[in-house]
């Protein structure tokens, strides 16, 4: 069964700088879909980012990007120029056939 | 374009009462996802429908637990008796199809926050 690992529990960041959310899975697929979605305190799940795994080349979203790794099995999310508004749990997922979610990071951007 | 609409956003009921909840996906969505998030987790999931046709329910714990979607649209997730342990947030969700190895976007509703007291 997929699983997957978000090893962060909380992490902090000064507004305006650039933190690194870590997540890893385990799969024996090759191909397979890898989301990282936003959860903002009391309201709903956005979207931040997607990879296709038959891609190399990372994903970026504005000031979101991908670290892909395929054969370490590595999913890391970075937030450049981090802002307020990007206080949230962040939750790492991957897809194959059913969405498996890791545990979330808790991030808070200080002012 | 309105996005996954859930009612109620809050419910609280006693233990053994009943409960249901209540989701809208979006429109032209065929794939709607009935997902369970405990405090401090991430979802899970908990029923997954392709139209009106359960394709994956070995999740949820058929007891207490029934789903619906009659018409391939709206859905409904009921609890029948409740128990502490149900305290949780409800968390629909849709996408278009299901596509071919789970690429389908999701997309989320608020959620129903439960409270079984």
């Known amino acids: 069964a997929q699983t997957v690992t978000q090893s962060q529990p909380e992490m902090s960041v000064q507004e305006a700088e650039t933190v690194t959310l870590s997540c890893t899975y385990d799969?024996?697929?090759?191909?397979?879909?890898l989301f990282w979605y936003k959860q903002p305190p009391s309201r709903q799940m956005i979207l931040v980012i997607r990879?296709?795994?038959?891609?190399?080349q990372n994903a970026t979203e504005n000031r979101f990007s991908v670290n892909f790794q395929k054969a370490a099995k590595s999913f890391s999310l970075k937030i450049s120029d981090s802002q307020l508004g990007d206080t949230a749990m962040y939750f790492c997922?991957?897809?194959?056939?059913?969405?498996?979610f890791g545990a979330g990071t808790r991030l808070t951007v200080k002012p | 374009e309105a996005g996954v609409v859930q009612s109620p956003r809050y419910k609280i009921i006693e233990k053994k009462q009943p409960v249901a909840f209540w989701c809208n996906p979006i429109s032209g969505h065929n794939t709607l996802y009935w997902y369970l998030q405990n405090l401090g987790q991430g979802p899970e999931l908990l029923i997954r429908?392709?139209?009106?046709?359960?394709?994956?329910d070995s999740q949820l714990p058929k007891d207490r637990f029934s789903a619906e979607r009659l018409k391939g649209v709206d859905s409904t997730l009921k609890i029948q008796p409740a128990e502490l342990g149900d305290s949780a947030v409800y968390l629909c969700a849709s996408s278009l199809g299901q596509g071919t190895g789970g690429q389908e976007t999701q997309y989320f509703g608020p959620g129903t926050r439960l409270l079984v007291l």
């Open positions: 799969t024996s697929e090759n191909n397979y879909y």
């Open positions: 429908y392709e139209n009106e046709e359960a394709v994956d």
């Open positions: 990879q296709e795994a038959y891609k190399q």
């Open positions: 997922a991957f897809s194959n056939n059913d969405m498996r």
